[in-house]
């Protein structure tokens, strides 16, 4: 019989449900409208659930398995997901007890009941105090610093009638930003030890707030000090005096936190080259034994130059060592657009700080204020890979050979520290030239590599370079780089890539990508040795097991003899790679930020 309309409205109805991190007790949750239209299975939601809950820290190894709220039942179809209902979202972990909804406006959620039931008068009573809070929140940035040793962490946080709910859902937000050592947030106080009670106290006269856990509220009272030394000009100095002994005990001592100051709103004092007068280091001790004391500044130590590229999330600029005269590049990552992602970027920065090899872009040092993080790294000015590819008057199969040598060699140093990359593509690949002529590859852009400790499962890269395990989501490891290095070994020697959709559809290109069908079309490969062809064979092995290591590229006859040809190959290739790769337009230097997207939807040209 034919279905009735209100039949197959009622089907097509999306229900909405709420799922939350397993064991993360300060995650608010994500709204999710499920639908047969937008999932055909349930394995297509556990897909996009990985793409928004899962990164370096969270749920690393992806969203396996979607518990109940009271952890009672696993999920197994679509069907099972309930109008209003939440849940958690785990890996192959068992269910972590925590009170999920703690932190959640429940007024969304029409299943689930509260422990008590409120009268109709009470109710009209909150909606009247809601009301009425909404007439004194005014859009607001307030500056909060974590209590504690120094150095202190301190983060920004824009307060406005969509951010500030109310003050427990704001003290939620700051125990998520501000991470403290002894958990939540319990106290708030102004600089002159004022308790932060209400939602109205964050828009007063003061800017500047503590964080405070369990623990007391005692600092010294030249505990933050005002500089003025910058070219006169006041900034957002945050000084480190020789000594921190306390003398004084009381939380209301109005002289506890004089002397800090904050800019204005809009943001930091800056030069006309947009940089802050004034950046201060994270921790006295730099990176790579460098140290850079609470005092210093970007524009005291370093000449900052002109924009040299610029991204979603950072920009870079050269800049010159005062003292030495070398030249380096500062990578500014604005917070404000990275947020929620926090993690993601000290990701990055704890990995930078523990490779040292030469074929990797070296970390300086790194400084830190509420709204940016400034990184000084090696700087490389000969291009990307494909650049040295098309401004070269020749180029030939040993060229090739020897890049893939130095891109091995990275692989080989990362790899035996458990540290995958996950985004090997030509772009992060960078070529230094040296004095004598000679050029060497440099590995840069660690946004996305994590340490491996059991199998991943977070989709991402770039469509052209993902290895078919990500794509097939069962599960990956450090092989994921062998097949990204084949992708460019491969590209190398003909300008385009093994696998390739003719009208530019993904779906396409990795239905290729998984059968793994691996061709050398002539004529272009009528000329490349066969011992370059088994080498990319043995490097884009769809079988992880079969697929070689980057210790077995370094042994291999192509890159440790001399079995690659000295023919030029510098016209076809480069022909190619302006087909492919839409090479004629010029790009500036890689500047990711350290923040990547997931998996770029579109054709190739649009990840670029």
Known sequence: RTRTLQALSSEKKARKARFYRNGDKYFKGLVYAISSDRFRSFDALLAELTRSLSDNVNLPQGVRTIYTIDGSKKLSSLDELLEGESYV???????????YTKNVNPNWCVNIRTGSTRSLTSLTSTKSEVKESKDFIKPKLVTVIRSGVKPRKAVRILLNKKTAHSFEQVLTDITEAIKLDSGVVKRLCTLDGKQVTCL???????????????????????????????????????????????????????????????????????????????????????????????????????????????????????????????????????KAKCCGKEHLIENEVSILRRVKHPNIIMLIEEMDTPTELYLVMELVKGGDLFDAITSSTKYTERDGSAMVYNLASALKYLHGLNIVHRDIKPENLLVCEYADGTKSLKLGDFGLATVVEGPLYTVCGTPTYVAPEIIA?????????????????????????????????????????????????????????????????????????????????????????????ENNMQAEVTGKLKQHFNNTLPKQNNTSAGVSVIMVQGNEHSSR
Request: overall charge negative; some cysteine.
């Open 473 to 565: 989501e069962t599960g990956y490891g450090l092989k994921v780089d062998i097949w990204a290095a084949g992708v460019i070994t491969y590209i190398l020697l003909c300008g385009f890539p093994p696998f390739r959709s003719e009208n530019n559809l993904q779906e396409d290109l990795f239905d290729q990508i998984l059968v793994g069908k691996l061709e050398f079309p002539s004529p272009y490969w009528d000329n490349i040795t066969d011992s370059a062809k088994e080498l990319i064979s043995l490097m884009l092995h769809v079988n992880t097991e079969a697929r070689y290591t980057a210790a077995q590229i370094l042994s291999h006859p192509w890159v440790s003899d001399d079995t690659s040809q």
């Open 89 to 99: 979202c785990a890996s192959n972990e068992p269910y972590r007890k925590v009170d």
């Open 200 to 334: 109205q106290d964050f828009f007063g006269d003061d800017d500047v707030f503590i964080a405070c856990g369990p623990e007391k509220y005692r600092y010294a009272q030249d505990d933050f000090v005002l500089d003025h030394s910058v070219n006169g000009t006041p900034s957002s100095q945050l000084s480190t005096p020789k000594s921190t002994k306390s003398s004084s005990s009381s939380p209301t001592s109005p002289g506890s936190f004089r002397g800090l100051k904050i800019p204005p709103h809009g943001g930091s004092s800056s030069n006309v080259n947009g940089v802050p007068e004034s950046l201060h280091c994270q921790s006295p001790e730099g990176v790579n034994g460098n140290k850079c004391s609470g005092s210093s500044t970007i524009l005291e130590k370093y000449k900052v130059g002109k924009v040299i590229g610029d991204g979603n999330f950072a920009v870079v600029k050269e800049c010159i060592e005062r003292s030495t005269g070398k030249e380096f590049a500062l990578k500014i990552i604005d």
